[in-house]
Nanobody, 122 residues
Framework: VQLQASGGGLVQAGGSLRLSCAAS????????ITWFRQAPGKEREFVAG????????FSADSVKGRFTISRDKAENTVPLQMNSLKIEDTAVYYC????????????????WGQGTQVTVSS
């Protein structure tokens, strides 16, 4: 599975961005898809994930109520709607996929997109 993350950019604090994770070569059926992010000088961290077949989603406490992960079956993409963005949301955002149950452990994700930069300014 090849993943393509897109939608990053520069936005002011309080604004919104919509990221998208697309798969080429096959559908997401049977996969769990998760967004991670890595800020400068920090370790990569879990943001939000979704199980494609059931639609069950998971979010980190730091983004709950602000970020929404979903699945678009028609487009075979996993959007991440980010609202009320904060400066601390600035990071490179990666989407990753694995077959099977959801986990926040990035080490078990087999497929990774190239990352998209999100910069939130004051």
């Amino acid at each position: 599975v090849q993943l393509q993350a897109s939608g990053g950019g520069l936005v002011q604090a309080g604004g919104s961005l919509r990221l998208s994770c697309a798969a080429s070569g096959r559908t997401f059926s049977g996969y769990t898809i998760t967004w991670f992010r890595q800020a400068p000088g920090k370790e990569r961290e879990f943001v939000a994930g979704i199980t494609w077949d059931t639609g069950r989603s998971f979010s980190a406490d730091s983004v709950k109520g602000r970020f929404t992960i979903s699945r678009d079956k028609a487009e075979n993409t996993v959007p991440l709607q980010m609202n009320s963005l904060k400066i601390e949301d600035t990071a490179v955002y990666y989407c990753a996929a694995r077959r099977g149950a959801w986990t926040f452990r990035e080490a078990v994700y087999d497929y990774w997109g190239q990352g998209t930069q999100v910069t939130v300014s004051s």
